[in-house]
């Protein structure tokens, strides 16, 4: 696995090895491996060094959290080619953000599916500023999106691009601070920043999505996209009304136009993902208000904890 030092990554290993996998971690060793797994310290942007630190190692599967950019998915593509069956990279709901590419218009109310966004026919940009952070920042979802594409065009082996909603659950484990932000301004009773006309989105508990990518990995061997999402998309309003029923105070919204920065997780545009695919191929997914008072809870405790 490429990554997996924090949130559903760490999981994600723990439960390969529950389920009697031997689990290998690629990473720049900012933080220590979990117990019992093989920890391969190496820059996965320095090819060579990372096909010097692969050896002659071989994998049945390969889980990558961590590819932002075409050339990291490039690297990543020859140094695995050979090495590996399969190859499952950790995407996003972003690639469908129509602010971002010229994507079709999807009805309001229609759930996206992945061929929206086809990785085998996307072009690819090596000649972009990848390297750049502020540039990469800037193009996070074109990022996924040409990545996806990489792999997808490479052949090497059988890829699925695994693209997750909006992520929370954990409570300190959730290091965005998104869920935390709403926390915050309704405990306090101060102004969440919200569009008038706010559009659904979905979200995944961090839990779901380590079951998914598990899923992905060791149980189907479906290639291509495969959007991962709870059931029940939410607006922001929606999100408010659960967090305010946990804190016990109401929520208190000012609105501004479509255009205008908001609040997270408030979408002036349209692009909540289906999951249609993901479970005709097996998968079950749970509903979002089944565990997202939860999430709330757990974020409280972290914020009410002594500092």
């Given at each position: 696995?490429?990554?997996?030092?924090?949130?559903?990554?760490?999981?994600?290993?723990?439960?390969?090895?529950?389920?009697?996998?031997?689990?290998?971690?690629?990473?720049?060793?900012?933080?220590?491996?979990?117990?019992?797994?093989?920890?391969?310290?190496?820059?996965?942007?320095?090819?060579?060094?990372?096909?010097?630190?692969?050896?002659?190692?071989?994998?049945?599967?390969?889980?990558?959290?961590?590819?932002?950019?075409?050339?990291?998915?490039?690297?990543?593509?020859?140094?695995?080619?050979?090495?590996?069956?399969?190859?499952?990279?950790?995407?996003?709901?972003?690639?469908?953000?129509?602010?971002?590419?010229?994507?079709?218009t999807v009805a309001h109310g229609t759930l996206v599916p992945e061929g929206i966004?086809?990785?085998a026919t996307w072009l690819v940009r090596m000649d972009l500023p990848w390297q750049?952070?502020?540039?990469?920042?800037?193009?996070?979802?074109?990022?996924?999106?040409?990545?996806?594409?990489?792999?997808?065009?490479?052949?090497?082996?059988?890829?699925?691009?695994?693209?997750?909603?909006?992520?929370?659950?954990?409570?300190?484990?959730?290091?965005?601070?998104?869920?935390?932000?709403?926390?915050?301004?309704?405990?306090?009773?101060?102004?969440?920043?919200?569009?008038?006309?706010?559009?659904?989105?979905?979200?995944?508990?961090?839990?779901?999505?380590?079951?998914?990518?598990?899923?992905?990995?060791?149980?189907?061997?479906?290639?291509?996209?495969?959007?991962?999402?709870?059931?029940?998309?939410?607006?922001?309003?929606?999100?408010?009304?659960?967090?305010?029923?946990?804190?016990?105070?109401?929520?208190?919204?000012?609105?501004?136009?479509?255009?205008?920065?908001?609040?997270?997780?408030?979408?002036?545009?349209?692009y909540a993902m289906s999951n249609a695919r993901a479970k005709d191929l097996g998968?079950?997914?749970?509903?979002?208000?089944?565990?997202?008072?939860?999430?709330?809870?757990?974020?409280?405790?972290?914020?009410?904890?002594?500092?």
């Amino acid at each position: 696995m490429i990554g997996a030092s924090r949130y559903f990554g760490k999981l994600l290993v723990k439960r390969l090895q529950a389920a009697g996998h031997q689990v290998a971690v690629i990473n720049r060793g900012s933080s220590p491996a979990p117990p019992g797994v093989e920890h391969l310290v190496v820059d996965r942007d320095d090819e060579a060094a990372l096909i010097t630190a692969l050896g002659s190692r071989t994998f049945d599967v390969v889980v990558d959290q961590v590819c932002y950019t075409p050339v990291q998915a490039a690297i990543a593509a020859r140094a695995f080619g050979g090495r590996t069956r399969r190859y499952v990279m950790t995407s996003t709901i972003e690639v469908y953000d129509p602010a971002t590419a010229g994507l079709p218009t999807v009805a309001h109310g229609t759930l996206v599916p992945e061929g929206i966004v086809d990785p085998a026919t996307w072009l690819v940009r090596m000649d972009l500023p990848w390297q750049d952070a502020a540039y990469l920042e800037a193009h996070y979802a074109e990022g996924k999106r040409q990545a996806e594409a990489v792999f997808a065009q490479h052949h090497g082996f059988d890829f699925a691009a695994v693209r997750s909603a909006h992520v929370l659950g954990g409570g300190a484990q959730e290091f965005t601070g998104r869920l935390a932000h709403y926390i915050a301004h309704i405990t306090q009773g101060t102004q969440v920043i919200a569009h008038a006309e706010a559009l659904p989105t979905v979200f995944i508990h961090y839990e779901e999505l380590a079951g998914l990518l598990l899923w992905a990995a060791t149980v189907t061997d479906a290639t291509g996209p495969v959007n991962a999402c709870s059931d029940g998309p939410l607006d922001v309003y929606g999100l408010g009304a659960v967090i305010a029923a946990q804190v016990g105070r109401k929520a208190v919204y000012r609105s501004v136009a479509a255009g205008e920065p908001a609040s997270p997780f408030s979408f002036d545009r349209h692009y909540a993902m289906s999951n249609a695919r993901a479970k005709d191929l097996g998968f079950s997914f749970s509903h979002t208000t089944d565990w997202l008072p939860g999430a709330v809870a757990e974020a409280l405790d972290v914020s009410d904890a002594p500092t």
